[in-house]
Protein backbone atom coordinates (compact mmCIF):
# COMPACT_ATOMS: atom_id res chain seq x y z
CA UNK A 1 0.00 0.00 0.00
CA UNK A 2 1.80 3.52 -0.74
CA UNK A 3 2.11 6.13 1.34
CA UNK A 4 -0.52 8.91 -0.70
CA UNK A 5 0.94 11.67 2.33
CA UNK A 6 4.38 11.31 1.69
CA UNK A 7 3.56 10.63 -2.47
CA UNK A 8 2.28 14.35 -2.42
CA UNK A 9 4.35 15.65 -0.30
CA UNK A 10 7.20 14.61 -2.61
CA UNK A 11 5.44 16.11 -5.50
CA UNK A 12 4.90 19.12 -4.41
CA UNK A 13 8.38 19.90 -2.92
CA UNK A 14 9.64 18.64 -6.23
CA UNK A 15 6.78 21.06 -8.28
CA UNK A 16 8.18 24.18 -5.98
CA UNK A 17 11.68 23.98 -5.80
CA UNK A 18 11.75 23.52 -9.77
CA UNK A 19 9.70 26.50 -9.91
CA UNK A 20 11.62 28.74 -7.20
CA UNK A 21 15.34 27.33 -8.50
CA UNK A 22 14.45 28.29 -12.13
CA UNK A 23 13.38 31.75 -11.07
CA UNK A 24 9.70 30.89 -12.67
CA UNK A 25 6.59 32.49 -12.11
CA UNK A 26 4.38 29.52 -11.95
CA UNK A 27 3.06 25.95 -14.35
CA UNK A 28 1.27 25.66 -17.13
CA UNK A 29 -0.71 22.46 -17.66
CA UNK A 30 -2.74 20.98 -20.66
CA UNK A 31 -5.56 19.81 -19.23
CA UNK A 32 -7.64 17.06 -21.19
CA UNK A 33 -10.44 16.34 -19.00
CA UNK A 34 -8.78 12.92 -17.83
CA UNK A 35 -7.34 11.47 -15.16
CA UNK A 36 -3.66 12.55 -15.40
CA UNK A 37 -3.80 16.00 -15.87
CA UNK A 38 -6.28 16.32 -13.34
CA UNK A 39 -3.88 14.66 -10.82
CA UNK A 40 -0.90 16.96 -12.16
CA UNK A 41 -2.98 20.35 -11.67
CA UNK A 42 -4.28 19.22 -8.99
CA UNK A 43 -0.58 19.03 -7.06
CA UNK A 44 0.21 22.45 -8.92
CA UNK A 45 -2.29 24.50 -7.37
CA UNK A 46 -1.74 22.83 -4.01
CA UNK A 47 2.25 23.28 -4.67
CA UNK A 48 2.17 26.68 -6.03
CA UNK A 49 -0.89 28.59 -5.48
CA UNK A 50 -3.77 27.92 -7.74
CA UNK A 51 -3.42 31.76 -8.87
CA UNK A 52 0.28 30.67 -9.95
CA UNK A 53 -1.46 27.94 -12.35
CA UNK A 54 -2.58 27.88 -15.88
CA UNK A 55 -4.76 25.37 -17.73
CA UNK A 56 -4.50 25.25 -21.21
CA UNK A 57 -7.73 22.92 -22.16
CA UNK A 58 -6.46 22.57 -26.15
CA UNK A 59 -9.76 20.43 -27.84
CA UNK A 60 -10.19 19.35 -31.57
CA UNK A 61 -13.71 20.11 -32.63
CA UNK A 62 -13.84 17.12 -34.80
CA UNK A 63 -12.34 14.72 -32.52
CA UNK A 64 -12.28 15.69 -28.49
CA UNK A 65 -15.73 14.30 -26.95
CA UNK A 66 -17.52 17.47 -25.63
CA UNK A 67 -17.77 15.61 -22.13
CA UNK A 68 -13.69 15.70 -22.15
CA UNK A 69 -14.06 19.74 -22.48
CA UNK A 70 -16.74 19.68 -19.95
CA UNK A 71 -14.64 17.72 -17.46
CA UNK A 72 -11.69 19.82 -18.49
CA UNK A 73 -13.27 22.91 -17.05
CA UNK A 74 -14.87 21.80 -14.24
CA UNK A 75 -11.05 20.44 -12.90
CA UNK A 76 -9.65 23.90 -13.46
CA UNK A 77 -12.83 25.88 -11.57
CA UNK A 78 -12.99 23.03 -9.38
CA UNK A 79 -9.37 24.39 -8.32
CA UNK A 80 -9.98 28.24 -9.11
CA UNK A 81 -7.28 27.88 -11.98
CA UNK A 82 -7.38 30.03 -14.62
CA UNK A 83 -7.88 28.31 -17.68
CA UNK A 84 -8.12 29.06 -21.52
CA UNK A 85 -9.82 26.82 -24.45
CA UNK A 86 -8.09 27.27 -27.52
CA UNK A 87 -9.11 24.86 -30.24
CA UNK A 88 -6.69 23.71 -32.87
CA UNK A 89 -8.61 22.90 -35.78
CA UNK A 90 -7.29 25.73 -37.88
CA UNK A 91 -3.69 25.05 -36.80
CA UNK A 92 -4.30 21.93 -37.42
CA UNK A 93 -6.19 22.18 -40.74
CA UNK A 94 -4.26 25.32 -42.05
CA UNK A 95 -0.65 22.66 -41.34
CA UNK A 96 -2.67 20.38 -43.31
CA UNK A 97 -3.43 22.73 -45.81
CA UNK A 98 0.04 22.33 -47.07
CA UNK A 99 1.63 19.29 -46.30
CA UNK A 100 1.89 16.07 -48.40
CA UNK A 101 -1.46 14.70 -47.80
CA UNK A 102 -2.02 11.06 -46.13
CA UNK A 103 -4.88 8.82 -44.34
CA UNK A 104 -2.10 7.86 -41.82
CA UNK A 105 -4.31 9.03 -38.85
CA UNK A 106 -1.02 8.50 -36.11
CA UNK A 107 0.66 10.79 -38.64
CA UNK A 108 -1.95 13.35 -38.35
CA UNK A 109 -2.41 12.23 -34.54
CA UNK A 110 1.24 13.10 -34.00
CA UNK A 111 0.87 16.68 -36.18
CA UNK A 112 -1.65 17.35 -33.54
CA UNK A 113 0.11 16.53 -30.13
CA UNK A 114 2.92 18.47 -31.35
CA UNK A 115 0.54 21.41 -32.41
CA UNK A 116 -0.61 21.30 -28.61
CA UNK A 117 3.16 21.14 -27.45
CA UNK A 118 3.72 24.49 -29.16
CA UNK A 119 0.97 26.21 -27.78
CA UNK A 120 1.72 25.45 -24.02
CA UNK A 121 5.27 26.17 -24.18
CA UNK A 122 4.09 29.53 -26.23
CA UNK A 123 2.42 30.52 -23.28
CA UNK A 124 5.32 29.43 -21.08
CA UNK A 125 7.73 31.43 -22.13
CA UNK A 126 5.30 34.17 -22.65
CA UNK A 127 4.58 34.01 -18.95
CA UNK A 128 7.78 32.64 -17.88
CA UNK A 129 6.65 29.81 -16.07
CA UNK A 130 7.13 25.98 -16.48
CA UNK A 131 5.67 22.95 -18.66
CA UNK A 132 4.01 20.33 -16.67
CA UNK A 133 4.28 17.14 -18.03
CA UNK A 134 1.08 14.91 -17.40
CA UNK A 135 3.01 11.52 -18.70
CA UNK A 136 2.75 8.86 -16.13
CA UNK A 137 4.83 6.14 -15.38
CA UNK A 138 3.25 3.32 -17.66
CA UNK A 139 3.21 5.35 -20.76
CA UNK A 140 6.95 6.37 -20.10
CA UNK A 141 7.87 2.94 -19.59
CA UNK A 142 6.60 1.56 -23.01
CA UNK A 143 6.83 4.77 -24.64
CA UNK A 144 3.30 5.53 -25.52
CA UNK A 145 3.36 9.26 -25.98
CA UNK A 146 4.46 11.53 -29.16
CA UNK A 147 8.22 12.22 -29.36
CA UNK A 148 8.01 16.61 -29.18
CA UNK A 149 4.43 16.40 -28.47
CA UNK A 150 2.93 15.28 -25.20
CA UNK A 151 6.56 13.88 -24.40
CA UNK A 152 7.92 17.19 -24.32
CA UNK A 153 7.63 18.79 -20.75
CA UNK A 154 10.14 20.29 -18.32
CA UNK A 155 8.71 18.54 -15.47
CA UNK A 156 6.33 15.01 -15.38
CA UNK A 157 5.41 15.22 -11.89
CA UNK A 158 3.55 11.70 -11.66
CA UNK A 159 6.09 10.25 -14.26
CA UNK A 160 7.14 8.26 -11.68
CA UNK A 161 3.78 6.46 -11.00
CA UNK A 162 2.25 3.40 -12.59
CA UNK A 163 -1.22 4.48 -14.12
CA UNK A 164 -3.05 2.16 -11.74
CA UNK A 165 -1.19 4.25 -8.84
CA UNK A 166 -2.51 7.90 -10.27
CA UNK A 167 -5.94 6.47 -10.12
CA UNK A 168 -5.28 5.72 -6.53
CA UNK A 169 -3.53 8.46 -5.73
CA UNK A 170 -6.44 10.70 -7.48
CA UNK A 171 -8.47 9.15 -4.82
CA UNK A 172 -6.41 10.35 -2.22
CA UNK A 173 -7.00 13.80 -3.63
CA UNK A 174 -10.34 13.30 -3.92
CA UNK A 175 -10.99 13.46 -7.60
CA UNK A 176 -14.82 12.29 -8.67
CA UNK A 177 -14.75 8.58 -9.57
CA UNK A 178 -16.02 9.01 -12.67
CA UNK A 179 -12.84 10.84 -13.80
CA UNK A 180 -10.52 8.27 -12.09
CA UNK A 181 -12.30 5.25 -13.93
CA UNK A 182 -12.80 7.17 -17.03
CA UNK A 183 -11.39 5.51 -20.54
CA UNK A 184 -7.95 6.63 -21.46
CA UNK A 185 -7.37 8.03 -24.42
CA UNK A 186 -4.87 10.49 -26.03
CA UNK A 187 -7.72 11.94 -28.17
CA UNK A 188 -5.71 11.70 -31.54
CA UNK A 189 -8.32 10.61 -33.41
CA UNK A 190 -12.22 9.32 -33.62
CA UNK A 191 -12.61 6.75 -30.78
CA UNK A 192 -8.98 6.74 -29.86
CA UNK A 193 -8.68 4.20 -26.41
CA UNK A 194 -5.37 3.64 -25.05
CA UNK A 195 -5.80 0.21 -23.55
CA UNK A 196 -7.58 -1.24 -27.17
CA UNK A 197 -4.64 0.40 -28.80
CA UNK A 198 -2.23 -1.38 -26.36
CA UNK A 199 -3.78 -4.52 -26.27
CA UNK A 200 -3.50 -4.91 -22.24
CA UNK A 201 -6.01 -3.46 -19.57
CA UNK A 202 -3.84 -0.82 -16.87
CA UNK A 203 -4.33 -3.60 -14.13
CA UNK A 204 -3.21 -6.20 -16.51
CA UNK A 205 0.02 -4.00 -17.89
CA UNK A 206 1.36 -2.15 -14.57
CA UNK A 207 2.24 -5.53 -13.06
CA UNK A 208 4.25 -6.86 -16.09
CA UNK A 209 5.99 -3.37 -16.15
CA UNK A 210 6.91 -3.37 -12.52
CA UNK A 211 8.26 -6.84 -12.73
CA UNK A 212 10.08 -6.40 -15.89
CA UNK A 213 11.38 -2.74 -13.87
CA UNK A 214 12.50 -4.90 -10.92
CA UNK A 215 14.39 -7.37 -12.78
CA UNK A 216 15.88 -4.98 -14.76
CA UNK A 217 17.42 -3.66 -11.72
CA UNK A 218 19.29 -7.17 -11.25
CA UNK A 219 20.54 -7.09 -14.60
CA UNK A 220 18.19 -9.93 -15.44
CA UNK A 221 17.02 -10.49 -19.17
CA UNK A 222 13.42 -10.31 -19.63
CA UNK A 223 11.83 -12.58 -22.44
CA UNK A 224 8.52 -13.43 -23.18
CA UNK A 225 9.24 -17.18 -21.75
CA UNK A 226 9.98 -15.48 -18.42
CA UNK A 227 6.70 -13.37 -18.38
CA UNK A 228 4.96 -15.97 -19.58
CA UNK A 229 5.88 -18.32 -16.55
CA UNK A 230 5.14 -15.19 -14.56
CA UNK A 231 2.01 -13.69 -16.01
CA UNK A 232 0.12 -16.66 -16.91
CA UNK A 233 -3.11 -15.62 -17.56
CA UNK A 234 -1.83 -12.90 -20.48
CA UNK A 235 -1.22 -14.49 -24.26
CA UNK A 236 2.06 -14.87 -25.67
CA UNK A 237 0.75 -12.37 -28.42
CA UNK A 238 -0.19 -9.70 -25.96
CA UNK A 239 3.69 -10.18 -24.47
CA UNK A 240 5.65 -10.07 -27.51
CA UNK A 241 3.49 -7.08 -29.10
CA UNK A 242 4.36 -5.58 -25.30
CA UNK A 243 8.12 -6.20 -25.62
CA UNK A 244 8.19 -5.18 -29.32
CA UNK A 245 6.35 -2.35 -28.64
CA UNK A 246 9.38 -1.17 -25.45
CA UNK A 247 11.78 -1.91 -27.64
CA UNK A 248 10.48 -0.12 -30.92
CA UNK A 249 10.07 2.97 -28.90
CA UNK A 250 13.67 3.23 -27.12
CA UNK A 251 14.50 6.11 -29.47
CA UNK A 252 12.05 7.95 -27.74
CA UNK A 253 13.99 8.15 -24.13
CA UNK A 254 17.42 9.61 -25.65
CA UNK A 255 18.43 13.08 -26.92
CA UNK A 256 19.31 13.34 -30.48
CA UNK A 257 22.89 11.35 -31.12
CA UNK A 258 25.25 14.08 -32.00
CA UNK A 259 27.99 13.69 -34.81
CA UNK A 260 31.74 13.75 -32.70
CA UNK A 261 34.16 15.45 -34.87
CA UNK A 262 36.96 14.91 -32.07
Keep these: ?33 GIDSAVVACCASIALGNDKVLGLILPDKEITPVED ?18 YINNIKNELLGILEE ?34 NKTEISIGY ?17 YKTQVREFAKFLKIPDHLIYKKSSARLWVNQQTENEIGL ?13 KHNKKDAIIDSSLLGKSFPHISKEKIDYLLDLIIKNQHKFSMPSICNLE
Design 1 to 33: MEDFTLINDFINTFIKKNVLDGNLKGAVIGVSG
Design 69 to 86: IDDAIKICSSLKMEYKII
Design 102 to 135: TDDKLVKGNLMARVRMCILYYYANLLNRVVLGTT
Design 145 to 161: FTKYGDGASDLFPIGNL
Design 201 to 213: SFNELDPILMFIN
